[in-house]
């Protein structure tokens, strides 16, 4: 999924693929309730995410299902598909 260049607010629990959010793009959390995106691919984040609950009674979470850190073989910022994580 890519979000466009705009501000998206996030006000419903979504299960993703792919999640990018673009330069000039944000992601924001709705700070009024508990929010989560559970995605299956790589979360690759150019512009903004923005997860600011209102109170400690919130909680907002960005979950990477299969994520492999440990398939991370240094020296590049370019996602691959092998190494599903949070960019």
């Known amino acids: 999924m890519l979000l466009p260049q705009a501000d998206v607010l996030l006000d419903v629990d979504v ?3 792919e999640l990018t959010i673009p330069a000039g793009g944000t992601l924001r959390f ?3 309730a508990s929010r989560t995106v559970q995605a299956t691919g790589n ?3 150019n512009g903004t ?3 600011r609950p ?3 009674s919130h ?6 299902a299969n ?3 440990a398939a991370i073989i240094g020296g590049g910022k370019t996602p691959v598909a092998y190494a599903v994580s949070q960019w």
């Open 30 to 32: 709705d700070p009024l």
């Open 54 to 56: 209102s109170s400690a």
């Open 59 to 64: 909680t907002h979470t960005v979950r990477v």
């Open 67 to 69: 994520s492999n850190g």
């Open 15 to 17: 299960q993703v693929g």
């Open 43 to 45: 979360v690759v984040v």
């Open 49 to 51: 995410l923005q997860m």
